[in-house]
Nanobody
Framework: EVQLQASGGGLVQAGGSLRLSCVASRTTITIYTMGWYRQAPGKEREGVSCINRRGDNTYYVDSVRCRFTISRDNAKNAVYLQMNTLKPEDTANYYC???????????WGQGTQVTVSS
């Protein structure tokens, strides 16, 4: 069973930065598309960003484009989300996920809370 461990959340002032990390265990992430989602209180979970297996193709939701950068280090079994110029509306619980290119199965990690104060 794939396990994903997310970390790096915290409390930051608007305009600040955070870097989220997600490390996978019991697998190698080379076969997975990796992504970050977030869920704010009272809102549905939304996709924030994802990155393909080789790391040469990325997607960002419009609200974070040019502020967030997703990257991956397959040797470390890790995916990262660099978040700059944070806004209060970025406040949410952030989750990483992995989608297998072989089975299509999706795995989720536990969330890491990001709180941006105004």
């Amino acid at each position: 069973e794939v396990q994903l461990q997310a970390s790096g959340g915290g409390l930051v002032q608007a305009g600040g930065s955070l870097r989220l990390s997600c490390v996978a265990s019991r697998t190698t992430i080379t076969i997975y598309t990796m992504g970050w989602y977030r869920q704010a209180p009272g809102k549905e979970r939304e996709g924030v960003s994802c990155i393909n297996r080789r790391g040469d193709n990325t997607y960002y939701v419009d609200s974070v484009r040019c502020r967030f950068t997703i990257s991956r280090d397959n040797a470390k079994n890790a995916v990262y989300l660099q978040m700059n110029t944070l806004k209060p509306e970025d406040t949410a619980n952030y989750y990483c996920n992995a989608k297998s290119s072989l089975s299509g199965r999706v795995y989720w990690g536990q969330g890491t809370q990001v709180t941006v104060s105004s």
